[in-house]
Each structure stands twice: as C-alpha cells, then as structure tokens.
C-alpha cells in the first residue's frame, strides 16, 4: 500500500479495508510503502491496521523477507 496516494492515502485505505463489513478484509496483508522511515511514521502505520512496513527505496530481499512472514 503506498502511503502517499492521491484521494485516499494509505492510512485511510488501510482502515477502510480493515473496517469493511467483510470479515474476510480483517486478515487481508496489507504492507506498507513508505519513503518516511521515522519510528512515528512506522507507528502511525502500525496504528492503521498494516501488517508491515518499508521504507522506499525499497530492497527486494526485505520486501521478501517481509511477504514470506505474513
């Protein structure tokens, strides 16, 4: 999920996805893709119903690190 998109950021598409009626959106992964690393930025995520977050630039081998513990 990227943080900064247009209309609805990430934080607000991740609480929406994890408010749906839908119970099956509850265990949805959601990652979050970031160029704001601060422990606060990690936080706020963490706070919108993500699984995980990296930091842009992004390295592939965390990105599996991460999709291989979800």
């Not at 990227?2 to 996805?17: F, T």
């Not at 509850?26 to 936080?43: R, V, Y």
């Amino acid at each position: 999920m990227d943080i900064q998109m247009p209309v609805m950021n990430g934080y607000e598409a991740a609480r929406a996805i994890r408010t749906a009626e839908n119970p099956v959106c509850k265990n949805i992964p959601i990652i979050a893709m970031t160029a704001n690393a601060f422990s606060d930025d990690i936080q706020r995520s963490m706070d919108a119903g993500v699984n995980a977050h990296i930091s842009k630039p992004m390295e592939l081998a965390v990105l599996e690190r991460v999709i291989r513990t979800l």
